[in-house]
């Protein structure tokens, strides 16, 4: 009878101040909605601090290879903030100047600011690389996907083209296709895309022998799903992440092939400011403006080894 008392008296309480109800359900949705609305707008200093963890985090070559990386595309993009010079005329009576505060790398033979060839190269260096990179990719996870998920005598076939493209020292395969296609920057970067699609088709062909055994794979197959359908949205994209890893390296290694096809006279024709024919410019005054050589020279090798440094951290992680 008192407890009935009690809680008849406790109800009364509530009824008496229905503040107290009203308040406690407030404070029970505001306390429901508060961390939705943070997981839902973290803010632009929370992102902030996220990012630069992550830079603290990283090492410090990594840092200089996306440093090297992201100058050499400013440049790619608009050569104009960084020179004013022009890369194709040069000045009178300026001929092999050393390198100064008018003109940081020196100039050439004909009085053209070497610093400014560099910054202008970029655009003729990185987008064949560029170009290079895409076909090699496209072609080759072409290839890759078709032998790996068809097997039989199309894998064997697609696998022998493959071992016979390896077996073709790669600039021997890529003046070979630039004598059929003819010289110039374009031509360039699609032999040594050629060149790279063996690459690429045995990695892709690897990896999706390796997904398609999956547990996820047969269970898609197996509830219906169309073989194409199943290719394109569970194996082809399970199959791309070392294949990311492969083209950041063979970016850097397009860079080197087509400066070196643009230092045999294969690549873009004069005055194209490209780095290879630039080093090849340079090679008959080594003796006396050094840097005519030097300068190109070091940052083909910087731009390579930034490539391949990040290929190798991406590899890491997957690893």
Do not use: C
Not at 109 to 132: I, N, Q
Request: charged residues 10%.
């Amino acid at each position: 009878m008192s407890a009935s008392t009690s809680s008849t008296a406790g109800l009364g309480a509530l009824a008496a101040e229905p503040g107290l109800l009203t308040g406690a359900r407030a404070t029970d949705s505001a306390a429901v909605q508060a961390p939705q609305q943070r997981l839902a707008a973290p803010g632009l200093p929370a992102l902030f601090a996220k990012v630069l963890q992550r830079l603290r985090a990283a090492p410090l070559g990594l840092l200089l290879a996306w440093g090297v990386l992201t100058l050499v595309a400013l440049w790619a993009i608009a050569p104009g903030w960084f020179t004013s010079y022009n890369p194709v005329l040069g000045t009178a009576g300026q001929q092999l100047q050393a390198p100064s505060a008018a003109h940081w790398l020196g100039t050439d033979a004909l009085g053209r600011d070497s610093y400014a060839r560099l910054v202008y190269g970029a655009v003729h260096s990185l987008s064949g690389a560029f170009v290079a990179v895409s076909v090699g990719l496209v072609l080759g996870t072409l290839l890759g996907l078709v032998a790996g998920a068809a097997g039989g005598w199309v894998e064997d076939a697609v696998m022998r083209l493959v071992d016979v493209l390896l077996s073709v020292p790669s600039l021997l395969l890529s003046l070979s296709v630039i004598i059929i296609l003819g010289f110039g920057t374009v031509n360039a970067a699609l032999a040594v895309g050629i060149v790279s699609v063996a690459s690429f088709a045995r990695l892709v062909r690897s990896e999706v022998v390796r997904v398609r055994r999956s547990d996820y794979v047969e269970a898609a197959l197996g509830s219906g799903g169309r073989f194409a359908a199943v290719l394109w949205r569970h194996v082809l994209p399970n199959s791309l992440t070392s294949v990311i890893a492969l083209a950041a390296l063979q970016f850097g290694s397009a860079i080197l092939a087509i400066s070196t096809l643009g230092f045999l006279g294969y690549g873009a024709p004069p005055p194209t400011p490209e780095w290879g024919l630039l080093i090849a410019e340079g090679r008959n005054y080594i003796s006396t403006a050094w840097w005519l050589t030097a300068a190109p020279g070091l940052l083909v090798a910087a731009v390579v080894l930034a490539a391949n440094h990040i290929s190798a951290d991406l590899t890491r992680r997957r690893a």
